[in-house]
């Protein structure tokens, strides 16, 4: 797997607030290396069928340690040749689909940009 970005945090689903609005948990500081993409032609067939409202691809190795789940936040930073490119990304993830592949097993999740 080729790499062009840094998953620095993911925030866990918390109780919404007063007012109904989604909350999240702010996790630790990590920095794991990752793949942000532009969804595939099929890829986008299957947000637009399932209505996922997603705009990009997150990929991350399941060898890495972490649990991604749907609803999740994560902050994601573009790198070049090991140097950040721009600001940090913060997606929500719409959905996760674990990818057996021995030795390449990992989390393909389709996301979306934070408001």
């Known amino acids: 797997m080729i790499f062009n970005a840094k998953l620095l945090r993911v925030d866990t689903i918390a109780d919404p607030t007063p007012g109904g609005e989604e ?7 990590i920095s794991i290396d990752c793949t942000l993409d532009e969804p595939s032609h099929t ?14 691809v997150l990929y991350v190795l399941m060898s890495s340690g972490i649990v991604l789940a749907n609803g999740m936040k994560v902050v994601v930073q573009l790198m070049n040749a090991g140097v950040a490119v721009g600001s940090p990304q913060t997606l929500i993830i719409r959905s996760v689909k674990d990818r057996v592949h021995s030795p390449q097993s990992h989390y393909e999740c389709f996301v979306r940009g934070a408001e």
Do not use: F, H, K, P
């Open 23 to 29: 909350a999240w948990s702010e996790g630790a500081a």
């Open 43 to 56: 890829q986008r067939w299957t947000i637009n069928q399932s209505s996922l409202d997603a705009t990009a």
